[in-house]
């Protein structure tokens, strides 16, 4: 009988601690439910067209694929898109560096519950407009060839842009129309938005 009473005694205080023991327990992080960010995947389509008064004289299209966020409070990650060439450029005494030209492109995207989408872009681009004969100074005086005595130095034109854009699906946008005060060609921008069925 004592035996029993003992027992009972011990599953008795054993069953008051267990509460005790779990509730000291401190909740792993990783335990947390995370939120689930909800997105649609939109082909976003950029085009740089060039104008020589009213004559095209070339189009640039890129596109790019986001997952644009849902939601007014929606925190989108940035899409980059990067593509040139680098130009040497001359530093002085037979020493060069060289300089990026081309596109640089960052996007992101978020959808609110009217159905348009708000796309942010940071849009760069450069080119190679002509180029500057720059005298460069000889380490080498057995060198009988003139032209090397120069060096054609890249003159380089850029556009630079950065848009907020509220946007409905399949309706594009000139966003941006920009004349370069040295040639008076015409940069226009032109975005739109597609959902990826």
Known sequence: MKRNTICAAVLLLLGMFCPLAHSQEKPKPEDKPKAEVL?????VSIVFTEYDGDKKVKSLPYTLYINAAEGQDAKPGWSRLRIGSRVPVYTGKDQFSYLDVGTNMDA??????????ILSLILERSWVADYAAVPVTKSDSSQADAAAGHFREPIVQQFKSELDLKIREGQPVESTMATDPLSGKVLKVEVSVAIVK
Do not use: E, I, L, M
């Open 108 to 117: 992101r995207a978020s959808r609110n519950t009217d159905g348009h989408f």
């Open 39 to 43: 997105t649609t995947p939109v082909k």
